[in-house]
């Protein structure tokens, strides 16, 4: 079965500082990787997809098939920034998406 | 229009009593999905369909749970004899395409809490 990982449930960091949240992923065949963030009390949306290879909000994010990994990265945090991230899988078959736990992300001043 | 609108936002219901949660996509959008989100945790598949038919339904946890989109629009999702492990963020989505291809967006509402107590 396919399973989507973030080992943190809470990433801290200060305005300015580097981030990285972590998601690894398991699946045997060529997933589709995504990123969604939700925001306080907005909804559920898409930050970014891999196969785009896009930067939104000054995020990226790199298919790591090696290390079945999708680490999303920014490399220097705004307080806008803080908020909830779901890193997602969809697999080649299907329309489905499965979801990791979630990081909260809190961009100190 | 406004998005996709759920209603209502928050239910509470008995344990064994029966619940309808109402999803109303973007007008035209092919696809529909539920998911259901217990706290802390992410968003876990229900069911999905394509305008009225429902093509997966591998996520209803059981038998009480049905969903239904009889038009290819509005979609309902009942669960009859409600449990307190039933108690959790219900999220519908929608998009335009039949498939939630790489090029594709998925659209969200803003869910309905439900708490069984």
């Known amino acids: 079965a396919q399973r989507v990982t973030q080992p943190e449930k809470l990433l801290s960091v200060f305005k300015g500082a580097p981030v990285e949240l972590k998601c690894n992923y398991s699946y045997s065949g060529s997933p589709e990787l995504f990123w969604y963030v939700q925001y306080s009390r907005q909804r559920l949306q898409l930050l970014l997809r891999h196969i785009s290879r896009e930067s939104i909000k000054g995020f990226t994010a790199d298919l790591n098939k090696g290390e079945t990994s999708f680490h999303l990265k920014k490399p220097f945090a705004q307080e806008e920034d803080s908020a909830m991230y779901y890193c997602a899988l969809k697999t080649q078959y299907g329309n489905k998406l499965v979801f990791g736990a979630g990081t909260i992300l809190r961009v100190k001043s | 229009g406004a998005g996709v609108s759920q209603s209502p936002r928050y239910k509470v219901a008995k344990r064994g009593q029966d619940v309808a949660l109402r999803c109303d996509p973007i007008s035209g959008h092919v696809s529909l999905f539920w998911y259901q989100q217990a706290l802390g945790q992410g968003p876990e598949f229900l069911t999905y369909?394509?305008?009225?038919?429902?093509?997966?339904k591998s996520g209803l946890p059981s038998d009480r749970f049905f969903a239904e989109r009889p038009e290819g629009s509005v979609s309902t999702l009942k669960i009859q004899r409600t449990q307190q492990e039933d108690s959790a963020v219900y999220l519908c989505a929608s998009s335009l395409m039949l498939t939630v291809a790489t090029n594709e967006k998925l659209f969200f509402g803003s869910g309905t809490q439900l708490s069984v107590l």
């Open positions: 369909f394509q305008n009225e038919a429902q093509l997966d």
